[in-house]
């Protein structure tokens, strides 16, 4: 069993749609990374947090330390968002990430 | 001016032979990590040093070597490569180990014949 799992595994929705991609991890962390990585293959790290809620534009980032949860959210979705969006931490001595949520956003 | 810059970008070659990513980071950082990601695009830490030193190894095979000159460099030399070596490997760094937002390079696609 992975230490972080991400749900959903593939989401498609339609453009100007609410997303929501969640993450959840069993050890105790001190950063949750939200990274996006485009289909051209770069990676760019969009929010690093340790509790509470971060915002950048229409994204939004969640975490619930006590529950091991954290949420990316995004508003007015657009097919630019379209992405595989990956979530991990520091934590345990180790750095881990989940299997992404690969996200499609039709026009 | 990238801030991580890996070279090269793509790399093919056959079973058996040496191969090094190079990758520089004009950030400041002082920890630099090396990542595997694999056809499934599941991101995997293989090493990580911070100012020069390892402090990550990730039960990677002895044939692949990290080597950091100084903290801005960390390359990745490969002996003796196999099939299953093919992959994306990405470098990233931080300011601080286990601390801070993460910067990747482009990657570098290794494809083993």
């Known amino acids: 069993k992975n230490e972080v799992e991400q749900s959903p595994q593939n989401l498609t929705a339609q453009e100007g749609e609410f997303i929501t991609i969640n993450c959840s991890y069993s050890?105790?962390?001190?950063?949750l990374h939200w990274l996006q990585q485009h289909p051209g293959g770069g990676i760019v790290s969009l929010f690093m947090?340790?509790?509470g809620k971060k915002k950048h534009g229409r994204l939004i980032a969640t975490i619930n330390i006590q529950e091991k949860h954290s949420s990316l959210h995004i508003t007015a979705s657009h097919p630019r968002d379209s992405a595989v969006y990956i979530c991990?931490?520091?934590?345990?001595?180790?750095?881990?990430f989940g299997t992404g949520t690969r996200l499609t956003i039709i026009p | 001016d990238t801030a991580v810059s890996q070279t090269p970008k793509y790399l093919v070659t056959q079973m058996g032979n040496d191969k090094s990513i190079k990758c520089e980071q004009n950030?400041?950082?002082?920890?630099m990590y090396w990542y595997k990601q694999d056809s499934k695009k599941f991101l995997k830490i293989m090493f990580s040093y911070n100012n020069k030193e390892l402090i990550i190894n990730e039960t990677v095979p002895n044939r692949f070597s990290p080597k950091s000159p100084d903290k801005a460099h960390l390359n990745l030399h490969i002996n003796s490569l196999e099939l299953g070596d093919s992959a994306v490997y990405f470098c990233?760094?931080?300011?601080?180990?286990?601390?801070?937002?993460?910067?990747f390079g482009e990657g570098s696609r290794l494809t083993v014949l």
């Open positions: 991990g931490y520091f934590g345990n001595e180790k750095l881990t």
């Open positions: 990233a760094s931080s300011p601080y180990h286990m601390l801070g937002e993460l910067f």
């Open positions: 950030l400041g950082h002082d920890t």
């Open positions: 050890v105790g962390i001190s950063a």
């Open positions: 947090l340790s509790s």
